[in-house]
Nanobody, 111 residues
Framework: QVQLVESGGGLVQPGGSLRLSCAAS????????VYWYRQAPGKQRELVAG???????NYGNFVKGRFTISRDNAKNTVYLQMNSLKPEDTAVYYC?????WGQGTQVTVSS
């Protein structure tokens, strides 16, 4: 069974940084475009960032240069480096590839 496992979430102060990881098993990540989504309470799930098999990236408008998505195909892992975090970035962050979702990792930005 394919598994996507997110990690790296937690509580951080405004202006802080976190690096999320999405590790895949039973799936070869290198042949998939991979996406990070997030969902805050009472809101719809929204696209945060995506990375193609060739390494091209795209970001949600709200990112504004604060986040960077990257991939390490040798480790079958995709990362999301998040800097200058704001309280409105608080959400559960999910990894998505193919038709598979991870279980999510909570990010809370609060002082």
């Amino acid at each position: 069974q394919v598994q996507l496992v997110e990690s790296g979430g937690g509580l951080v102060q405004p202006g802080g940084s976190l690096r999320l990881s999405c590790a895949a098993s039973r799936i070869i990540f290198s042949v998939y475009n991979v996406y990070w989504y997030r969902q805050a309470p009472g809101k719809q799930r929204e696209l945060v960032a995506g990375i193609t098999t060739g390494g091209s990236t795209n970001y949600g408008n709200f990112v504004k240069g604060r986040f960077t998505i990257s991939r390490d195909n040798a480790k079958n892992t995709v990362y999301l480096q998040m800097n200058s975090l704001k309280p409105e970035d608080t959400a559960v962050y999910y990894c998505y590839a193919g038709t598979h979702w991870g279980q999510g990792t909570q990010v809370t930005v609060s002082s």
